[in-house]
Nanobody, 122 residues
Framework: QVQLVESGGGLAQAGGSLSLSCAASGGAFSGNPMAWFRQAPWKEREFVATVTTSGGVKYYADSVRGRFTISRDNAKNMGYLQMSRLKLEDTAIYYC???????????????WGQGTQVTVSS
């Protein structure tokens, strides 16, 4: 099973940008869809974005569409989430995940990273 490690989180000002990375190892990362989810304190984990195996098709949550960009580099076993025009409500722990199919449900993903904290301040 693939292992995932997120990096790139931190503190950003509202309106600013951050880039997250997801490094995969130990499994067939390139053969599975990849997604980003996030979880804010006292809230359920929510879908952010997902990308198909080839990277050609991407889906976004309404709350981030137009501000976030998901991508992947299968040759490097890497996934990315470029975040811009950050808002206070983007504050959360961000997780990358891989699964059997492209989906917005966390139940469809079986490999998860440990998460990286993103904090947006005013």
């Amino acid at each position: 099973q693939v292992q995932l490690v997120e990096s790139g989180g931190g503190l950003a000002q509202a309106g600013g940008s951050l880039s997250l990375s997801c490094a995969a190892s130990g499994g067939a990362f390139s053969g599975n869809p990849m997604a980003w989810f996030r979880q804010a304190p006292w809230k359920e984990r929510e879908f952010v974005a997902t990308v198909t195996t080839s990277g050609g098709v991407k889906y976004y949550a309404d709350s981030v569409r137009g501000r976030f960009t998901i991508s992947r580099d299968n040759a490097k076993n890497m996934g990315y989430l470029q975040m811009s025009r950050l808002k206070l409500e983007d504050t959360a722990i961000y997780y990358c995940a891989t699964g059997a199919r492209t989906s917005s449900s966390p139940k469809d993903y079986y490999s998860w990273g440990q998460g990286t904290q993103v904090t947006v301040s005013s």
